[in-house]
């Protein structure tokens, strides 16, 4: 008897742990939330500051006269191409406008903003170094 008093109060404490944990269950203080970003911050005095930075800039375009639905079903067939690598990419949109600009003699190696290249690294998720170049 006691062996199945043991087990059925296991499998309770067991089912208690694995229910899912939300505001109701914490203590008075806790806020669980959805999962939304401030648009501010939060001052020690508790007063909470919006900074016009961080509210998100949602950029929408014009959709009137678009054929295509924003579905895409998990049935539709892989498409036929591989992925495109960065070598792919720079042979196909930055070489073309070196060339022609190298042609011309309006080429300017101090200037290769104008081509999409970017002269720091600052900020990216993923910074660019020789060390974690391909050898």
């Known amino acids: 008897m006691a062996v199945l008093r043991a087990l059925c109060r296991g499998l309770l404490r067991g089912a208690d742990r694995a229910s899912p944990f939300t505001s109701k269950r914490g203590p008075r203080t806790h806020y669980k939330g959805r999962g939304a970003r401030r648009a501010g911050v939060l001052t020690a005095g508790k007063k909470f500051i ?4 961080m509210v998100p800039d949602f950029v929408v375009p014009d959709l009137a006269g678009f054929k295509l639905k924003p579905y895409v079903s998990y049935r539709a067939p892989e498409g036929s191409e591989p992925p495109a690598t960065a070598k792919q990419l720079f042979d196909e949109l930055v070489a073309p406008r070196i060339e022609k600009d190298v042609k011309d003699g309006t080429f300017d190696p101090g200037n290769l903003q104008k081509y999409g290249f970017e002269p720091t690294q600052d900020g ?3 910074q660019l170094f020789p060390k974690n170049y391909m050898r």
């Open 124 to 126: 990216k998720l993923f």
């Open 50 to 53: 919006r900074v016009p930075q």
